[in-house]
């Protein structure tokens, strides 16, 4: 949390309703040959450099394409980064909010312990805060859902063009230096589809801009004559 710029002496009970969830539900990496698990952000702000920079600068690959040459990552479960950037974040939505509704036990009211899906329970999960039916929020939840599983799609029939052109050009020739960037870019989309494709789910929350960027950037690439030769 430091890491992240979060002082947890400042944090409120409402803070906590997050950050205790986000102890596990976070994107990792295990360093170097010590293989101390680290958390891949910085002060700046993890959003663009945890993709970016992972490599450069954590100096950390899970493998290497054996096609394209590119160093490549796995996504693990970055539910925390999802929400942080999303809507019910900016709106001090917690995690528990969502995930351990309260419920009346006699004449107390408890956080429900059955950690699940929301879409399970709508009306406690979704309905103390908005008025939609239940039907209308599960709606525009799988509309989302389905929205960003599409650019998904798209973005990832990308990338395997992509690694197709490299490896061409590798074949006519090419050079690691001239290959160094279109490799990096390969690695680092491949990474933020991961984002997407572990928090799906969490599309429903989070700007599907970045996404819809790096289609575009491929798609020049793809345009790069030069590659074939
Ligand atoms: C100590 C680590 C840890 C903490 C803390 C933790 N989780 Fe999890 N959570 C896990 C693991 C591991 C799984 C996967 C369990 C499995 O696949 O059987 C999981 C699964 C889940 C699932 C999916 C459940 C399902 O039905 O598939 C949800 C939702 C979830 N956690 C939400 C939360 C929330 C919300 C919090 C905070 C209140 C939280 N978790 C705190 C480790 C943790
Ligand atoms: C605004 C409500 C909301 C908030 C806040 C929220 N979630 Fe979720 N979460 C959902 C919904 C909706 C799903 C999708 C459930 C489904 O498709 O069945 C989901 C799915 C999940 C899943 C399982 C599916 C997956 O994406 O792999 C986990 C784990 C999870 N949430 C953890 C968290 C954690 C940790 C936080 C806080 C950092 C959090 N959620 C905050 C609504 C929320
Ligand atoms: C603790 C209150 C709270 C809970 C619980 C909650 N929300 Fe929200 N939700 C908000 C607030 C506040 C906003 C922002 C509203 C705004 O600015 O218009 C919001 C926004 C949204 C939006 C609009 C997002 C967008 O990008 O336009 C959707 C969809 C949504 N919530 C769905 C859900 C669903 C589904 C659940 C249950 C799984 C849920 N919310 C649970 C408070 C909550």
Redo the contacts with the bound molecule.
């Keep these: 949390m430091k890491a992240r710029g979060i002082d947890l002496s400042q944090a409120t009970r409402q803070d906590m ?2 950050y ?6 976070v994107e990792y990496y295990f360093a170097g040959d010590t293989q101390v698990a680290g958390v891949p952000v910085d002060q700046k702000g993890w959003r663009s450099r945890i993709s970016r920079n992972i490599t450069t600068r954590f100096g950390f690959k899970d493998w290497v394409h054996k096609d394209s040459g590119a160093p490549m990552l796995k996504m693990q ?1 970055p ?1 925390f980064e999802m929400w942080s950037s999303g809507i019910h974040a900016k709106s001090g939505v917690t ?2 909010d ?3 509704p309260y419920v009346r036990e006699g004449a107390i009211k408890v956080s429900d312990h059955w ?4 879409l399970t329970d709508l009306s406690r999960a979704c309905q103390t805060c908005h008025r939609q039916s239940e039907a209308e929020l599960k709606s525009r939840v799988l509309d989302i859902q389905n929205k960003t599983h599409d650019l998904i799609d798209k973005t990832e029939s990308a990338i395997v063009d992509a690694i197709d052109v490299i490896a061409a050009a590798q074949k006519s020739g090419a050079t690691d230096a001239e290959l160094a960037k279109a490799a990096r870019f390969s690695s680092q989309s491949k990474y933020a589809v991961g984002f997407r494709v572990v928090g799906e789910q969490h599309g429903a929350f989070t700007v599907r801009k970045k996404l819809r960027g790096f289609l575009r950037r491929q798609s020049t690439m793809r345009g790069k004559r030069r590659w074939r030769r």
């Design positions: 309703r997050t205790v969830c986000a102890q596990c539900h479960h539910e995690c528990a969502c995930h351990m950690v699940r899906s929301p």
